[in-house]
């Protein structure tokens, strides 16, 4: 699943609890942006692969509730995630947005 946090019908809260859900908290995730402005997660963690990337977030670990249906379903942190990425779209403070 992805989100283009260029078009406001995509870049809502619930479209990124539905990311946060799309996945396992069974392995590493990140949440990547990439300069055309798509938010995803991957599961290529930390400083790889990251020439497109406009930022990425912190490496979510394995087992942390970071992400997964009851992460999805965690109001305050949907909202935080979606606040991270309104803060840095499109002019991120870094390429790495650590907390």
Same mark, same amino acid.
């Given at each position: 699943?992805?989100? $283009?946090?260029? +078009?406001?019908? =995509? !870049?809502? *809260?619930?479209?990124?609890?539905?990311?946060?859900?799309?996945?396992? $908290?069974?392995?590493?995730? =990140?949440?990547? %942006?990439?300069?055309?402005?798509?938010? !995803?997660?991957? $599961? %290529?963690?930390?400083? =790889?692969?990251?020439? $497109?990337?406009? !930022?990425?977030? /912190?490496?979510?670990?394995?087992?942390?509730?970071?992400?997964? !249906?009851?992460?999805?379903? +965690?109001?305050?942190?949907?909202?935080?995630?979606?606040?991270?990425? /309104?803060?840095?779209?499109?002019?991120? *403070?870094?390429?790495?947005? +650590?907390?």
């Amino acid at each position: 699943m992805k989100i $283009d946090l260029n +078009d406001p019908t =995509q !870049f809502t *809260k619930k479209r990124v609890s539905e990311l946060i859900g799309s996945v396992t $908290d069974n392995q590493h995730w =990140q949440l990547r %942006v990439t300069k055309d402005g798509i938010a !995803f997660l991957s $599961d %290529v963690v930390g400083n =790889q692969n990251t020439d $497109d990337l406009a !930022f990425r977030l /912190e490496t979510w670990c394995a087992g942390n509730n970071y992400v997964g !249906f009851q992460a999805a379903h +965690d109001e305050a942190w949907v909202n935080q995630v979606h606040k991270d990425l /309104e803060e840095n779209w499109p002019k991120p *403070k870094s390429t790495l947005i +650590d907390y």
